[in-house]
């Protein structure tokens, strides 16, 4: 079992930054994939960046060039730096930790980023 817990969301507004935490109650260098998710209300949760254990990385269209996602496996914790942001990047953003690609995973609770025009 994982814990997760996010942290660092906010308002904020366009054009600016917000850098979301994850700290896992477990270490994670053997966790395969940390992910950050997002959901925005009355749409689907969609994955915004992952990073596996080796360091490669994967991101959405929608954010590539303004986001970058990072893991710290000595402290446990990931990190989602968001620039540029956009109004459409309002949404709930979820934590995840999983072990294979096709496993659902653990999650956080999530944090809230409201991004104002």
């Known amino acids: 079992q994982v814990q997760l817990v996010e942290s660092g969301g906010g308002l904020v507004q366009a054009g600016g930054s917000l850098r979301l935490s994850c700290a896992a109650s477990i270490s994670i260098s053997s966790i395969n994939i940390m992910g950050w998710y997002r959901q925005a209300p009355g749409k689907q949760r969609e994955l915004v960046a992952r990073i596996t254990m080796g360091g490669s990385t994967d991101y959405a269209d929608s954010v590539k060039g303004r986001f970058t996602i990072s893991r710290d496996n000595a402290k446990s914790t990931v990190a989602l730096q968001m620039n540029s942001l956009k109004p459409e990047d309002t949404a709930d953003y979820f934590c995840?930790?999983?072990?294979?690609?096709?496993?659902?995973?653990?999650w956080g609770q999530g944090t809230q980023v409201t991004v104002s025009s």
């Open positions: 995840n930790a999983k072990y294979r690609f096709d496993s659902d995973g653990f």
